[in-house]
């Protein structure tokens, strides 16, 4: 397939359902070579269209990934993953799992922690990290939002493990968590294996938490009250 039509996927993938005239601004051709191309990706079984009326006017068509399309941007080692899990998970048990599970979060916690290292704001260790994600193979992107920042990973490359074990997605988010430091808030707010069509996580600036007064203290200020101190 040219890679021309590599492109049109890649841009459904990134921002959802797409209408023909999107598709061709985001490509820079003519809506008329827009719509040739989706109507052979159509042809090849990789998008499908979808008529939507949205409030007063024409309906909108808009063109989203079928099954196969997603399939075109690969989930690594699928198959082998899954059967690696299942033999974990059947010779040594779910303990065992978690453990290793724990042992590729510690190893990846330590190399986003050196490449985050040395990002003076919250926004710039989003940037790095929306970066080492997309080399990843997550098609990952960063953006503000509001007070904070959206991260979105569009594509999943391991999908597959992460339906075997949702510990690995567990895993992810406290890997992000750890990464961004202390002063970060991480909520993912987009699954996919929840339904939706990427991951997305907000992120904001922690709440400082008041320290709790130690007995002594507090019993201290009781004393000072009474005697109007």
């Known amino acids: 397939m040219p890679a021309s039509a590599d492109r049109l996927l890649g841009v459904i993938k990134r921002r959802g359902s797409q209408r023909g005239a999107d598709l061709a601004k985001a490509l820079g051709v003519t809506a008329e ?3 040739q191309r989706l109507l052979a990706l159509a042809d090849a079984g990789l998008v499908a269209a979808e008529t939507v009326r949205r409030g007063v006017g024409r309906p909108a068509r808009l063109w989203s990934l079928t099954p196969a399309g ?5 989930d690594t080692h699928a198959e082998l993953t899954i059967q690696l899990i299942g033999a ?3 010779a040594l048990g779910e303990r065992a799992l978690d453990r290793i599970i724990r042992g590729r979060e510690t190893e990846i916690h330590r190399a986003y922690r050196a490449a985050l290292g040395g990002a003076p704001t919250l926004a ?3 940037a790095r990290l929306a970066e080492l994600r997309a080399r990843e193979g997550y098609m990952a992107e960063w953006r503000k939002d509001g007070a904070g920042f959206l991260l979105v990973e569009n594509h999943c490359p391991i999908c597959a493990a992460a339906a075997a074990c949702q510990g690995f997605c567990r895993s992810e988010l406290e890997i ?3 990464a961004l430091g202390p002063d970060a808030a991480v909520e993912r707010v987009e699954h996919v294996l929840a339904g939706a069509r990427r991951c997305a996580y907000r992120i904001t600036r922690a709440a400082t938490r008041k320290r709790r ?3 002594k203290e507090a019993d201290h200020d ?3 009250r009474a005697v109007g101190g």
């Not at 997603?70 to 690969?74: K, L």
């Open 33 to 35: 070579a827009a719509r």
């Open 70 to 74: 997603h399939a075109r941007f690969p």
């Open 88 to 90: 974990i998970r059947s």
């Open 124 to 126: 710039a260790r989003v």
């Open 176 to 178: 992000f968590r750890a």
């Open 213 to 215: 007064p130690s007995s």
């Open 222 to 224: 009781v004393d000072r």
